[in-house]
């Protein structure tokens, strides 16, 4: 039998078209990069990059967008055998604006329907699920069936065994009104009629029964427990059955709590921002790490800001993910290390913080 892999996500996937200058309307952008996204695939990136056996779950359209996202997670030694293709779905793109430091406008295209909303029950491999150390959920992929159901499966088939981290990832322009809200600016469809089995509260919840790790910003843990006070957001997620709440306050850092009493809140690491998406994926992919890796909770939160805070210095997401050897540079108090040859040439805008 082969190995357990070190960590399997399971949701987002797409095309990320970011502007190669910094400060500039969309509509003014004459040259953009194109990367590999999407907020879970993102997360298995920072973790290989890291050194973890990595793997994804999810879904492309049958095009050339779709070749390319195979051919990028290889390349970032991401085993990409359950990505699969959907024939009548295009392969999403998102594109960006980057206002450093805290305004960064994403524009979602994902009609009529994204490709990583069809996973099916049926198809998932459940014993590598069960066996994979870590298993990486995502809000969004609760959003519409079928992903809604295959992702409780695939919950209720780890029975909380090893470590399931629940990223709440709310993104309501997914969700059908009245419980997501109508973005035009996304081109993100509604999921269909909205019903009581629609209720994002609802859905959280027996997400939250079945995970061991809860990850959120305030927003999220607000949707998530109707929380958005740390301590009692905190709180609330362990009462919703995880065993570790891990609630980002962006410029306040980090505040982790575990069932067992153990308390860490850590600041940010001051960076200057050039596009602050991205930063909580590679905080996702190094939250894994320390995990895996049996260290303290302190640590673990240290270590995850720090990464968080290179993939905010750069531009691009997936290949803005950071090394080992970068992370341990910044936390030893070195210089940040370069960016990412893609990264704008434009002069750095004021320094901000990111958690």
């Not at 990595?54 to 996202?69: C, E, P, S």
């Not at 990028?72 to 959907?86: M, P, S």
């Not at 081109?187 to 027996?206: K, V």
């Not at 001051?270 to 991205?278: A, M, S, T």
Request: aromatic share 8%; glycine share 10%.
């Amino acid at each position: 039998m082969p190995a357990p892999y070190d960590v399997i996500t399971m949701g987002r996937i797409g095309v990320d078209l970011y502007p190669l200058r910094t400060g500039v309307p969309l509509a003014q952008v004459d040259a953009f990069g194109k990367f590999l996204g999407g907020s879970a695939t993102n997360v298995a990136v920072a973790a290989a990059r890291l050194g973890r056996r990595a793997a994804v779950i999810t879904r492309t359209g049958r095009d050339a967008f779709g070749d390319y996202l195979h051919q990028a997670l290889r390349e970032f030694e991401v085993d990409d055998r359950w990505v699969t293709a959907v024939e009548r779905y295009p392969t999403p793109v998102t594109f960006c604006e980057i206002f450093p430091p805290d305004d960064f406008p994403l524009y979602f295209y994902r009609l009529p329907k994204a490709p990583d909303l069809e996973i099916h029950g049926h198809e998932l491999d459940l014993d590598a699920i069960r066996s994979a150390r870590i298993f990486w959920m995502t809000g969004t992929g609760l959003c519409a069936e079928p992903s809604r159901s295959a992702t409780l499966t695939a919950l209720e088939a780890r029975g909380r065994s090893g470590i399931t981290v629940f990223d709440l990832d709310w993104r309501p322009m997914f969700w059908p009104t009245p419980y997501g809200t109508d973005a035009p600016a996304t081109n993100a469809p509604s999921a269909g009629s909205p019903s009581a089995a629609d209720d994002p509260r609802e859905l959280y919840a027996r997400a939250l029964r079945q995970a061991t790790v809860a990850v959120g910003n305030l927003d999220e843990c607000e949707v998530a427990v109707g929380e958005r006070e740390p301590e009692a957001a905190a709180r609330a997620l362990l009462a919703a059955g995880v065993e570790l709440a891990v609630v980002k306050q962006g410029p306040k850092g980090v505040l982790a709590l575990h069932r067992d009493g153990t308390r860490a809140e850590v600041p940010p690491v001051p960076v200057e921002v050039v596009n602050g998406l991205g930063a909580g994926d590679a905080f996702g992919g190094a939250l894994c790490h320390g995990l895996l890796a049996g260290w303290d909770l302190e640590r673990v939160m240290r270590y995850a800001n720090a990464a968080g805070a290179i993939v905010a210095g750069r531009l691009a997401c997936s290949s803005a993910m950071p090394y080992d050897t970068e992370v341990g540079q910044v936390l030893a108090g070195g210089p940040f290390p370069a960016q990412d040859p893609a990264a704008s040439p434009a002069p750095v805008p004021p320094a901000g913080a990111v958690s």
